[in-house]
Structure formats: structure tokens, C-alpha cells
T-cell receptor, first 114, second 115 residues
Framework: KAGVTQTPRYLIKTRGQQVTLSCSPI?????VSWYQQTPGQGLQFLFE???????NKGNFPGRFSGRQFSNSRSEMNVSTLELGDSALYLC?????????????FGEGSRLTVL | GENVEQHPSTLSVQEGDSAVIKCTYS??????FPWYKQELGKRPQLIID?????GEKKDQRIAVTLNKTAKHFSLHITETQPEDSAVYFC??????????????FGKGTHLIIQP
């Protein structure tokens, strides 16, 4: 069974640009959550999608957005990039909602903003 | 929203000794408490979790205890081995107006096993 796949794995952008990250969950998993990981703040919840609907969003500005497709694949977008957006973006899939059972993480997309 | 505090941020123990990592949470409605292990350069992986209807759960050298009254839970690793070196994260459900959504993670504990 294939694991959670994230693309791209590494990317470099400049301030003001926008970026789109992709996540393919484990087959059969309907929930995809996104987390931002930085050395100082640890893992911070961005948002969760379940059956194409955003269930909730963390404390991030509106520049951070996402969506989920009918095949459960998810994308997140960050517009008008800032230096502080440099981080590892992890997505995780789960069978049910992401707060009641095991999260299966991808390897992450490491974003560097120059 | 849920607030999860994790201590210590770094823990160094001799190989073979025990390690204990503690977390506190703020929302009394929280009912699910997982622990994730992240080795250097790798993805976080669930190592053990506990639900609020039990006070302790063990899996070989790893155990988690939960004190709902005090709102804290702990990870215990016995007979530590070099492969236990990693960053460990505790977590608890986030809550919003619509109920529990996502997880709030602690900031992590870097466990170092000294040979």
C-alpha cells in the first residue's frame, strides 16, 4: 500500500511569489490535514479537509489556502510569500477525521523563501 | 483553543536508562492523546496513543499514562536504545465552535541516548 506522497519535496521561492503544494493520501483515506513545521514552533495545524470540505483552519493568515479533490488528493497554496513562510509543510492522511485516529504523514515539502 | 505544553525540550539519558516526557493540555473535552516520533530527516510516525477512558497503555518498552483530573499525560520509555534517539511530539485534539478538528502538537522533546 503506497504511503502519503507529497510533491515537490524541495522548492525555493522569492518573496511575493506564490506556491502550490500537492498531497496524495493513502488509498481509502478521506481526510487530509496540513501542518507547518518550523524549528521554533514545532508542528502547527493549517487546515483539514474531509470529503472535499474544509473542516477547520488553524491560526494562519488568509494567504494560506487549500482544497481537496474528489479523489481525496489535496493541494495547499500560499500567496504573497514572506520570509517567515520558510518551513517544512507536512500533509497527513487518516481514515476518519484527523483528531481521533492515527495520522499518516508524508515526507513533507521543504519551502525556502528568499 | 487547545493549548499543549511539553517538557523537557531536550532530554539526555544513558543507554539502558528510562526516559519520561510530560505534556499538559488545557481543554477538558480532549479525549485522544497520541505520541509521534520523528527521526532526523524523516516523517513523524505514531508510536502510541491513549484515549480518555483508560489511564495507562503499554506497548513493549513504551507506555503512556493519562491523568484527566490534572490534565496531563506522559510518555515512558524503558531500557532506552540508540534507535530511540529522535524528537517526540505529544498532541491533543483542537476544538472550535464545530467540535474537535485537527490536533494541537506540543513543541517536541529531543531525546538523546548517550552510549
Amino acid at each position: 500500500k503506497a504511503g502519503v506522497t507529497q510533491t515537490p519535496r524541495y522548492l525555493i521561492k522569492t518573496r511575493g511569489q506564490q506556491v502550490t503544494l500537492s498531497c496524495s493520501p493513502i488509498s481509502g483515506h478521506r481526510s487530509v490535514s496540513w501542518y507547518q513545521q518550523t524549528p521554533g514552533q514545532g508542528l502547527q495545524f493549517l487546515f483539514e479537509y474531509f470529503s472535499e470540505t474544509q473542516r477547520n483552519k488553524g491560526n494562519f493568515p488568509g494567504r494560506f489556502s487549500g482544497r481537496q479533490f474528489s479523489n481525496s488528493r489535496s493541494e495547499m497554496n500560499v500567496s504573497t510569500l514572506e520570509l517567515g513562510d520558510s518551513a517544512l509543510y507536512l500533509c497527513a492522511s487518516s481514515k476518519g477525521t484527523g483528531n481521533t485516529g492515527e495520522l499518516f504523514f508524508g515526507e513533507g515539502s521543504r519551502l525556502t523563501v528568499l | 483553543g487547545e493549548n499543549v505544553e511539553q517538557h523537557p525540550s531536550t532530554l539526555s539519558v544513558q543507554e539502558g536508562d528510562s526516559a519520561v516526557i510530560k505534556c499538559t493540555y488545557s481543554d477538558s473535552a480532549s479525549n485522544y492523546f497520541p505520541w509521534y516520533k520523528q527521526e532526523l530527516g524523516k516523517r513523524p510516525q505514531l508510536i502510541i496513543d491513549i484515549r480518555s477512558n483508560v489511564g495507562e497503555k503499554k506497548d513493549q518498552r513504551i507506555a503512556v499514562t493519562l491523568n484527566k483530573t490534572a490534565k496531563h499525560f506522559s510518555l515512558h520509555i524503558t531500557e532506552t536504545q540508540p534507535e530511540d534517539s529522535a524528537v517526540y511530539f505529544c498532541a491533543a485534539p483542537r476544538f472550535s465552535g464545530g467540535g474537535a478538528d485537527g490536533l494541537t502538537f506540543g513543541k517536541g522533546t529531543h531525546l538523546i541516548i548517550q552510549p
